[in-house]
């Protein structure tokens, strides 16, 4: 009884892992499509949206650098 209850529970959390690894993926895949949307749109507030918050955040385009 005691091995069908450690079974059980091994494979409940390996569907948990099985279900939080396809939402990252459909996480990453909704970000570049909004991306791509937002590049097509030319707007690049919302194709920036994306990317990290932070003043340790450098990315130079067209000789323009932008921090933050």
């Keep these: 009884m005691r091995c069908s209850w450690v079974a059980a529970a ?3 959390a390996a569907c948990a892992t099985v279900a939080q690894a396809q939402s990252g993926e459909d996480q990453v895949r909704r970000a570049i499509m909004d ?4 590049a097509q749109r030319l707007d690049a507030d919302a194709f920036m949206r994306s990317y990290w918050r932070s003043p340790r955040l450098t990315i130079t385009f067209d000789g323009e650098t932008m921090r933050g």
């Excluded at 991306?35 to 937002?38: G, K, L, S, V």
């Design 10 to 12: 091994l494979v409940a």
């Design 35 to 38: 991306m791509n949307r937002a």
